[in-house]
């Protein structure tokens, strides 16, 4: 209430006061609530890894090393431990559909599939999982529109991982441009983000190519993987 000289009564300064007093007090519940132990939930969704220790989830992955070191032999087999949920050597897996785009060499990786069948004959649970292949030829930033659309339709509840086997052969620009790698690699975090999967590309190189290292320097979500000649994988 104001009184005759403008001025507010002590009452509804009071009256304000305490309302105030009141909000702060609600919202100081609000933010310090606490929940027992014991009454939590906890999904595998959470984690923060397909693989533990080795494959983030959400991310973007570049494993790359020269020609014939065994990089997509370690991601084939990394992709059929994420689809059919089993652990990787010892190591916690989240498992999840994995689309793998092998763009070169399909009668190599027909060759491959066909040796893990036998490899596995007592085992198919971890002999396949959910992995499914293309062989079609990609330009990842020219038709990443379509590549979405054919993704949604082929996995409608989402999907673990994608695999982009090669980075050379999925370009369609130069790897050593800063500008050309850019958008690429803007193409390769779209579908990170529309799926909230890992995408994973392969590399071949003896080192990373300029261009490649002039936009990773100013990329955090990037983890990168080196398998080197002796197949052993650094990071």
């Not at 509804?12 to 100081?28: D, I, M, P, Q, W």
């Not at 020269?66 to 652990?87: F, R, Y």
């Not at 990786?109 to 066909?114: A, G, K, L, V």
Request: charged content about 25%; aromatic content about 8%.
């Amino acid at each position: 209430m104001l009184m005759p000289d403008g001025r507010c009564s002590h009452a509804a300064v009071v009256r304000a006061t305490g309302s105030f007093r009141s909000r702060v007090r609600l919202e100081a519940e609000k933010r310090w609530a606490f929940k027992r132990a014991q009454d939590f939930t906890y999904s595998f969704e959470q984690r923060r890894y397909v693989i533990k220790h080795v494959i983030p989830h959400p991310g973007q992955v570049l494993v790359y090393g020269p020609p014939k070191c065994g990089k997509t032999l370690k991601v084939e087999d990394w992709a059929h431990h994420i689809g059919a949920g089993c652990s990787y050597r010892g190591l916690l897996v989240v498992g999840g559909p994995v689309a793998y785009l092998s763009l070169e060499g399909k009668a190599a990786m027909e060759d491959r599939i066909e040796a893990r069948r036998h490899a596995h004959e007592k085992d198919p649970d971890v002999a396949w999982g959910d992995v499914r292949y293309t062989f079609d030829a990609l330009n990842l930033i020219r038709d990443q529109e379509e590549l979405i659309r054919r993704l949604v339709e082929e996995f409608p509840e989402g999907m673990k991982v994608a695999i982009i086997d090669t980075l050379n052969r999925s370009m369609g620009g130069d790897e050593n441009s800063a500008e050309d790698m850019r958008a690429y690699l803007a193409a390769s975090e779209r579908i990170m983000k529309e799926f909230n999967c890992t995408v994973i590309i392969i590399h071949h190189c003896g080192r990373m190519a300029s261009g490649l290292v002039a936009v990773q320097q100013s990329m955090v979500p990037w983890t990168c993987l080196c398998v080197s000649p002796n197949r052993r994988m650094t990071p």
